[in-house]
Nanobody, 123 residues
């Protein structure tokens, strides 16, 4: 059974940092791209960042570019999201997911979602 488990969320003041981790089990995703998404209350889920299967290409939403860094460790079957200079508008539940459709446009073609981890940024 495939399972993704996110961790590392919490409450932080604006300007602070958090590092989210996502651990996959049940199968290896070393040949799949991985991504992070977030959903704020009352809003639709949005794309945050993605990394290709080798870990040498990364993609970011405009709103987080320059502040967030996505990385992966294929040996550990994990993907991480380093979040710096956090803003109150970053408050959301953050999810990791596996890109199962490699030719899908940015932010699409994902499956195997985790349960999410809450990130709250206070002003």
């Amino acid at each position: 059974q495939v399972q993704l488990v996110e961790s590392g969320g919490g409450l932080v003041q604006a300007g602070g940092s958090l590092r989210l981790s996502c651990a996959a089990s049940g199968r290896t995703f070393s040949r799949n791209g991985m991504g992070w998404f977030r959903q704020a209350p009352g809003k639709e889920r949005e794309f945050v960042a993605a990394v290709n299967w080798r870990g040498d290409s990364t993609y970011y939403a405009t709103s987080v570019k320059g502040r967030f860094t996505i990385s992966r460790d294929n040996a550990k079957n994990t993907v991480s999201l380093q979040m710096n200079s956090l803003k109150p508008e970053d408050t959301a539940v953050y999810y990791c997911a596996v890109k199962v459709s490699p030719n899908a446009p940015m932010g699409l073609g994902y499956d195997y979602w985790g349960q999410g981890t809450q990130v709250t940024v206070s002003s």
